[in-house]
């Protein structure tokens, strides 16, 4: 089982910062892949970005050049620094735990951050 909780959202006027943190109850380094995900009102929840146990990350298009995934192991945090932020950010943000054992996939979510982006 592991627990994820996210922290880190609020308002910000667009062209700023923030920085979403999700600690987990179990050492990270053991999880195939850390990631977080986001809704936005009247839409599906996105990818936004993922870390790949490994060292390995990938990003959605919209924010390529703007988010960086991170992770703390010693913390067992990962973060997602928004940089350049848009209108089009705000959104509810989710943290993501994929646990992979033997052949069974485990998925864990938080409930979530809301950030709010002005124009």
């Known amino acids: 089982q592991v627990q994820l909780v996210e922290s880190g959202g609020g308002l910000v006027q667009a062209g700023g910062s923030l920085r979403l943190s999700c600690a987990a109850s179990r050492s990270i380094s053991r999880i195939n892949v850390m990631g977080w995900y986001r809704q936005a009102p009247g839409k599906q929840r996105e990818l936004v970005a993922v870390s790949i146990k490994g060292g390995s990350t990938n990003y959605a298009d919209s924010v390529k050049g703007r988010f960086t995934i991170s992770r703390d192991n010693a913390e067992n945090t990962v973060y997602l620094q928004m940089n350049s932020l848009k209108p089009e950010d705000t959104a509810v943000y989710y943290c993501?735990?994929?646990?992979?054992?033997?052949?069974?996939?485990?998925?864990?979510w938080g409930q979530g951050t809301q950030v709010t982006v002005s124009s």
């Open positions: 993501n735990a994929q646990l992979v054992l033997i052949a069974t996939k485990y998925d864990y």
